[in-house]
């Protein structure tokens, strides 16, 4: 039991480490479309803890307060990425021409 603890414990370092080595290497430019990106990936863990709660038999009232927490804050986490990622795609977008004319008029 404490060989399987300590091997998923250095799992998790190394991939911290891993993590913190790829994203100290991308430039400043890309960290948002990178995390709004990720985000919205989250949405595969939010579909597995759907699973787990419809597969788990009797879970106590603590464990559905939990998973309901994490449920909330795994949606949130994804419509807040497709958020990000849909005003940066706006930024691209080329504005109306009707609008600049309106204002130098004014």
């Known amino acids: 039991m404490y060989s399987e603890l300590l091997a998923n414990i250095a799992i998790l370092v190394l991939s911290g480490f891993v993590g913190f080595a790829v994203i100290s290497k991308v430039p400043n430019t890309l960290h948002t479309p990178l995390m709004s990106g990720t985000n919205a990936i989250h949405g595969i863990v939010v579909l597995g803890a759907l699973v787990t709660l419809g597969r788990m038999e009797d879970p106590s009232i603590g464990v559905q307060i939990i998973l309901f927490v994490a449920l909330v804050f795994g949606t949130l986490n994804v419509i807040g990425g497709f958020v990000v990622t849909d005003r940066m795609l706006g930024m691209f977008k080329g ?9 130098a008029g004014q």
């Open 95 to 103: 504005k109306k021409p009707g609008a600049g004319a309106e204002k």
